[in-house]
């Protein structure tokens, strides 16, 4: 299989390349490399390389700078993948598209599924909303996996700020009326590649952790890991807040889980996030 990779270098680009399964070839590309809102250098790429995939894990990720930003949010995440979509059904090959559990409200009570009404409180959601509709407008066939409370050992994430954090503080307040699953990048990579290697149908498919948390929730099981592991010398204290608490210029969704049971019923499991957190401690640890 060969695959073109966009946003190689983000954490679910990194985790990707990693888990890459023998005898597949890819071609790692970055805005540097491949700017995916250029469509004739998109079409160039895909014309030159004839990938029989395009994995793109290039977004515009920056939930509360998107609210001031929006034409570049809209240019990366709608424009982007709506030319690697033109550019896919040119040359034949299959689109996977990565969105996110912000394109809900947060106002359910239970897991959403794939087919429940839509309603992103912010920008950024807003426009991962128009990216998954412009790409399955132009490519029905494209697989769209919406994830959510991303965390790996590349690049900047809650795990990484809390580690932070804890290194110069006793106590913190982390919000706790937010909840939500995390999902280990490494396991949406190889979900990635278990949809591919399937050749599943085309659609929108949820794929999350396997437990259910709030922040401060996933704070503390940060905190306990990289305690057990002496990455910490001490566990923080800590405080549970709310969300009116920690005001944030993007309203987040109050509850983001999402159901997985669609993939699931494909053979592909939910991440185990907690394990998945434990090898990205480790591979901190390692890199100090
Ligand atoms: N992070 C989360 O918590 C989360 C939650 C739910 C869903 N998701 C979705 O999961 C996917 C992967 O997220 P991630 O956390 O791996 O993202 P990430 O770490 O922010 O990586 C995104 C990558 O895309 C690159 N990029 C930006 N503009 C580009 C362009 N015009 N052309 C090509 N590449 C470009 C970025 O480069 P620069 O760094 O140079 O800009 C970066 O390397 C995204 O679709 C995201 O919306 C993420």
């Not at 996110?100 to 239970?110: E, L, P």
């Not at 110069?168 to 396991?187: F, H, K, M, N």
């Not at 920690?246 to 669609?262: F, G, H, I, N, V």
């Amino acid at each position: 299989m060969k695959v073109l990779l966009t946003g190689a270098k983000g954490q679910l680009g990194n985790c990707f390349q990693d888990r890459l399964p023998a005898g597949w070839q890819v071609w790692a590309t970055d805005a540097d490399v491949l700017d995916i809102t250029d469509l004739e250098k998109v079409k160039a790429a895909v014309a030159e390389f004839q990938p029989d995939a395009i994995v793109n894990a290039a977004a515009y990720t920056a939930v509360d700078k998107a609210e001031q930003d929006r034409e570049l949010a809209a240019l990366i995440n709608v424009v982007g993948p709506k030319n690697l979509a033109l550019a896919a059904k040119e040359a034949g090959a299959r689109l996977v598209h990565v969105s996110t559990d912000y394109v809900f409200d947060g106002k359910a009570s239970v897991a959403y599924s794939e087919t429940d009404a839509t309603n992103p409180l912010g920008v950024y959601g807003q426009t991962k909303l128009d990216g998954e509709i412009a790409v399955a407008e132009v490519l029905p066939a494209s697989l769209i996996v919406r994830t959510a409370w991303v965390f790996s050992e590349y690049g900047n994430n809650f795990v990484k700020t809390m580690l932070r954090l804890a290194k110069d503080r006793d106590s913190l307040g982390i919000v706790a009326d937010q909840r939500g699953c995390p999902t280990y990048a490494g396991d949406i990579a190889q979900a990635i590649i278990d949809l591919l290697q399937q050749n599943a149908e085309g659609g929108v498919y949820h794929f999350c952790g396997d437990k259910e948390v709030s922040w401060s929730d996933f704070a503390k099981s940060i905190f306990t890991h990289a305690h057990q592991l002496q990455l910490l010398s001490k566990v923080p204290q800590v405080t549970e807040i709310t969300t009116a608490d920690y005001p944030t210029p993007a309203e987040r969704p109050q509850y983001s889980t999402l159901s997985c049971r669609k993939i699931n019923a494909a053979g592909i499991a939910s991440s185990a996030w907690e394990e998945g957190l434990h090898k990205v401690l480790i591979d901190i640890k390692n890199n100090q």
